[in-house]
């Protein structure tokens, strides 16, 4: 599945055009700086051994170390690992964030695999990739199925390795191992300050704003409590079995004790499909799963006024031009779900500092950064009379482009 890396060159194909950026500058955007796949053996539980593929991409790391995440899922491939890293270091440079953008992701599918299995594999990707990262080189973090836990794994055996102290190598740690306070909240937190700001723009109020959310993982359910405690109505949620819905709004305590039994569906409401919940009649849709869910098959159903994309990149670039002609508002990726990754570089901070942060400095400096990377994504679109995907781009990547310049890289 190559194609999520064909939806990178489709946004920075249309942008470099408005940006009318030189041949070489498109390209040096949209390369990789280096791609790294590794294996490595895993015993199981019973002593059989299998072999675990596994990736990183370093995209590019002009503004700072590379940064981002490492997702565990059976579907993981290079392709999609590329386009991830190039959003990362998008991002970073949309909430001006001194990090570049890297992606990681093992080919396993950890809902088969037992807690010392996946220790196993947190600690052998470690060993394979170690060369490769850094508490200045490369930060990775945590992604969709790996958890503090996983981060503290793989922190341990880095330093084990390394024989340092090393807490800066690795952020979305637990509390008790160097992570910082509102990590665990922070994607969805950051969205919904984003989300905030675009209504405070458009004059429109938060209360009783209809919500959808798509995926109940730790963005979907922290969002979904969010919203719902900022006053939204959250009338329908999903995860990968299906989801639920309640025209009234869902009792949202109530539905996530449910989740923590297995699924949202045994819930008491009406059930509903994932494909029959991104058409629902509602305010905001919150995307908060994976990539290209909404595409150009069912983008003309879709009814939200506002798509609020949590996952990363779960639009296709024909869905987005579809929404767009439409009239519906796309908050991207890579400023609605960049509060995940501030709060990480806070972590990071701290960590070099030797320091703790409280939660109400970390709020006040994610609610800051949120708050000005909206506006000038904001103001960007009104410049050049377009959406605000393709506005954040435009900032990211003349701010890239600038710190490329000032290292004085050769044309
Ligand atoms: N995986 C998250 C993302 O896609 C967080 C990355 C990080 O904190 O480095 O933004």
Redesign the pocket.
């Known amino acids: 599945m190559s194609e999520i890396f064909d939806n990178v060159t489709s946004y920075v194909n249309k942008v470099s055009g408005i940006m009318k950026l030189s041949p070489f500058e498109k390209e040096l955007i949209h390369t990789p700086n280096r791609v790294i796949q590794v294996s490595f053996p895993l015993e199981m539980d019973d002593n059989s051994k299998r072999v675990i593929t596994a990736y990183r991409v370093q995209f590019n790391n002009a503004r700072g170390p590379y940064?981002?995440?490492i997702r565990f899922h059976h579907h993981v491939n290079m392709g999609e690992v590329k386009a991830?890293a190039f959003?990362?270091a998008i991002?970073c440079a949309v909430v001006d964030i001194p990090f570049g953008g890297g992606?990681g992701g093992v080919v396993i599918n950890p809902k088969e695999l037992s807690h010392g299995e996946i220790e196993r594999i947190s600690r052998g990707f470690m060993r394979a990739m170690h060369q490769f990262l850094g508490p200045d080189v490369d930060?990775?973090?945590?992604?969709v199925y790996t958890t503090s836990q996983v981060m503290d794994w793989m922190r341990d055996e880095y330093e084990k390795i390394t024989k340092t102290s090393s807490p800066a190598v690795i952020?979305?740690k637990s509390l008790k191992n160097g992570g910082s306070l509102v990590r665990d909240v922070s994607?969805a937190l950051g969205g919904a300050m984003v989300l905030r700001e675009l209504m405070a723009e458009k004059k429109l109020t938060m209360k009783d704003a209809s919500v959808a959310v798509q995926g109940f993982g730790n963005a979907g359910q922290n969002m979904a409590k969010i919203l719902d405690s900022w006053g939204c109505k959250v009338v329908a949620v999903s995860d990968s079995k299906g989801g639920i819905y309640n025209k009234a709004g869902l009792d949202i305590g109530a539905v996530i004790r449910e989740k923590e039994k297995g699924t949202v569906t045994t819930f008491d409401a009406e059930s509903i499909s994932n494909e029959y919940l991104l058409e629902l009649d509602v305010d905001v849709l919150v995307p908060a799963a994976l990539a290209d869910v909404i595409t150009g098959k069912n983008a003309s159903g879709i009814k939200a006024k506002v798509v609020l994309e949590l996952a990363?990149g779960p639009t296709s670039p024909e869905a987005d031009r579809i929404l767009s002609k439409a009239g519906v508002i796309i908050l991207p990726d890579v400023l609605a779900?960049?509060g995940?990754?501030t709060?990480?570089y806070f972590e990071w901070k701290q960590n070099k500092l030797g320091k703790s942060w409280s939660e109400e400095k970390i709020t006040e400096e994610l609610d800051k950064t949120m708050k000005s990377a909206f506006k000038s994504v904001s103001s960007m679109a009104m410049t050049h009379d377009t959406d605000f995907r393709t506005a954040a781009y435009i900032l990211a990547i003349g701010r890239i482009l600038e710190a490329e310049k000032s290292k004085g890289s050769e044309p």
């Open positions: 940064k981002g995440g991830l959003w990362m991002k992606k930060i990775p973090a945590p992604d952020t979305g994607t990363n779900n960049a995940g990754v709060v990480s």
